[in-house]
Structure formats: structure tokens, C-alpha cells
């Protein structure tokens, strides 16, 4: 692809983190809203006011969310509502789940992204990596990686305790 001025760079960032629990677990903390509700944190520790997930191919899933995010850019008021919604690509279970990714990001642009999570047995639980791309913006790239880094932590948290 060649860049000119008009064409946005797009960043990627892959994430890692053992978790100790079944494939099946892991896999269903993400697609069943009732386990993803329990993990599923702002930094302030509130959860989503809506949890919807079609699980299968084609299927759609909407999160909704008041206040700070994970890594709430500068400005953000703590009202804000975040709506976090996408389809389904892929839905391998327990193995693959690849889905868009779109967000309201305030004064940050949009683009194609796309999120690969894969869920590799390990001794004594789970490898879960989460690859995101199509982010359009260095502060999306760095607050989207510590953003899937602590959901990641309070996954383990949530399921380590289940």
C-alpha cells in the first residue's frame, strides 16, 4: 500500500496472558453475557449498563458502558457513555473469535478494526492472545493495549475465583 497525506496509518497490538481455567471457560467468559458482565470492568470497577452477544458467525454484540474505559483519553467526561459494538467474523469454539470492532471514541477517528482472540491450552489453563488492528491513532494503539491488558487481568481474576 502506498501512504500519501490523506491515507491514515493503521497500528496493531497483540496481547498475551495465561489464564487458569479450561479453553471452554475462557472461551465462554467472552461470549456469554452473564460471565462477561463480571469481568467486563471500567477502571472504576462498574460494568457494563448493556451486555448483548449474538454468539455465532454474523451474529452482533453491543456493549455499553458510563464512564472512564479502561484508558479514558484526556477530556473524556466520567458520564460519558462508551458504545462498543461489532459482528462476529469468526467463532471457533473454544479455539478462535474474530469480530469487528467499532467505538465511540470522542474526537479520535474510526477506522476497520479488527479483533483475533485465540485460546491455546496450556499446562494447568489457557493462553489467550488478543490481536487488534485497523487502530487509526497512537493513543488508540497505547490506550487500547492497556485497556485488553487489565481486562485480561480481571478475566483471570474473575475465572481463577468461578
Same mark, same amino acid.
Given at each position: 500500500?502506498?501512504?500519501?497525506? $490523506?491515507?491514515?496509518?493503521?497500528?496493531?497490538?497483540?496481547?498475551?496472558?495465561?489464564?487458569?481455567?479450561?479453553?471452554?471457560?475462557?472461551?465462554?467468559?467472552?461470549?456469554?453475557?452473564?460471565?462477561?458482565?463480571?469481568?467486563?470492568?471500567?477502571?472504576?470497577?462498574?460494568?457494563?449498563?448493556?451486555?448483548?452477544?449474538?454468539?455465532?458467525?454474523?451474529?452482533?454484540?453491543?456493549?455499553?458502558?458510563?464512564?472512564?474505559?479502561?484508558?479514558?483519553?484526556?477530556?473524556?467526561?466520567?458520564?460519558?457513555?462508551?458504545?462498543?459494538?461489532?459482528?462476529?467474523?469468526?467463532?471457533?469454539?473454544?479455539?478462535?473469535?474474530?469480530?469487528?470492532? $467499532?467505538? $465511540?471514541?470522542?474526537?479520535?477517528?474510526?477506522?476497520?478494526?479488527?479483533?483475533?482472540?485465540?485460546?491455546?491450552?496450556?499446562?494447568?489453563?489457557?493462553?489467550?492472545?488478543?490481536?487488534?488492528?485497523?487502530?487509526?491513532?497512537?493513543?488508540?494503539?497505547?490506550?487500547?493495549?492497556?485497556?485488553?491488558?487489565?481486562?485480561?487481568?480481571?478475566?483471570?481474576?474473575?475465572?481463577?475465583?468461578?
Amino acid at each position: 500500500m502506498t501512504l500519501n497525506a $490523506n491515507t491514515p496509518t493503521e497500528f496493531s497490538i497483540r496481547v498475551s496472558k495465561f489464564i487458569r481455567a479450561s479453553r471452554e471457560r475462557v472461551f465462554e467468559a467472552w461470549v456469554r453475557p452473564e460471565i462477561r458482565r463480571k469481568w467486563w470492568r471500567t477502571n472504576r470497577g462498574e460494568g457494563p449498563t448493556t451486555c448483548e452477544i449474538d454468539g455465532r458467525v454474523g451474529g452482533k454484540y453491543l456493549l455499553k458502558q458510563i464512564g472512564s474505559g479502561a484508558e479514558t483519553p484526556a477530556g473524556v467526561e466520567d458520564d460519558y457513555e462508551w458504545v462498543i459494538e461489532g459482528e462476529f467474523l469468526e467463532f471457533d469454539a473454544p479455539r478462535r473469535l474474530v469480530f469487528t470492532w $467499532n467505538v $465511540n471514541h470522542p474526537g479520535e477517528p474510526s477506522g476497520d478494526e479488527r479483533v483475533t482472540i485465540e485460546f491455546h491450552e496450556a499446562e494447568g489453563g489457557t493462553e489467550v492472545t488478543i490481536s487488534h488492528e485497523g487502530i487509526l491513532s497512537s493513543s488508540l494503539r497505547d490506550g487500547t493495549e492497556k485497556g485488553w491488558t487489565k481486562l485480561l487481568e480481571l478475566q483471570a481474576e474473575v475465572l481463577a475465583q468461578a
